[in-house]
């Protein structure tokens, strides 16, 4: 089994800046990408930041140029730096990693338990 946990959401003025981590465990044998989605209320879950082994990075264009992700793929990690965060930026954001167990080694979506990250004066 793999099991994805966030870390460092919270509560943040506009205009300021949060990190949030998630690290990857268990029985992993490769992972193809580690990304961020969110989840704001009454809305769908959106893509903000993808990761893909060997490619570039890819951003939601309402986070281009604020929002940086990056892998430390030593530790099984992602990060998500978010700055000049907006009260629009509001919501829960899930990691979610594209990995092959040491089983199956087939690659399977796994999400994590979500973090809530609110951006308010």
């Known amino acids: 089994q793999v099991q994805l946990v966030e870390s460092g959401g919270g509560l943040v003025q506009p205009g300021g800046s949060l990190r949030v981590s998630c690290k990857a465990s268990?029985?992993?044998?490769?992972?193809?990408?580690m990304g961020w989605y969110r989840q704001a209320p009454g809305k769908e879950r959106e893509l903000v930041a993808r990761a893909i082994t060997s490619s570039n990075p890819i951003y939601a264009d309402s986070v281009k140029g604020r929002f940086a992700i990056s892998r430390d793929y030593a530790q099984n990690m992602v990060y998500l730096q978010m700055n000049s965060l907006k009260p629009e930026d509001t919501a829960v954001y899930y990691c979610?990693?594209?990995?092959?167990?040491?089983?199956?080694?087939?690659?399977?979506?796994?999400w994590g338990q979500g973090t809530q990250v609110t951006v308010s004066s």
């Open positions: 268990g029985s992993i044998f490769s992972i193809t990408a």
């Open positions: 979610n990693a594209i990995v092959a167990d040491r089983g199956t080694r087939r690659n399977r979506d796994y």
